[in-house]
């Protein structure tokens, strides 16, 4: 089992709506793993998709598919949006109830708890975006 963790980073313009993600192992030469990025055409755009985060949920699924399994995700690090009214991160408990209903706990850091709840330590981080 390695950790890894990944990074989102949006771009809002009039017309379009870019969000890109980096996946990195978290080892001494921290190498990439895995580069992706959806482009949304704002007039063409189911507005809830970005609103409530599901968007970055399916970008994680899409990485734990193309990723070994071997790779369990400590950490994802959004940038703040610019532009809340049209793109959010997801709330903790969205990430979590995605990763249970989409079997993905496997590729997550968790434990269970003295009742034998799961408790899912993935860190989700918002970092302010400056400039």
Known sequence: ???????FINRITDETIRIGYTSILENNLSPTI????????????QPDLLKTGVAALDALDTIFKAIPD???????????SHNPGILQVPPKNLFN??????????RVKYHRDAENKIIIDTNLITELRIG
Request: glycine residues 2%; without cysteine.
């Open 1 to 7: 089992m390695e950790m890894f963790r990944v990074r």
């Open 34 to 45: 895995y580069e992706g990025q959806q482009i949304f055409y704002r007039d063409h755009l």
């Open 70 to 80: 071997k790779y369990v995700l400590r950490q994802v690090a959004f940038e703040a």
């Open 97 to 106: 109830d995605y990763v249970i209903e989409h079997n993905l706990l496997s």
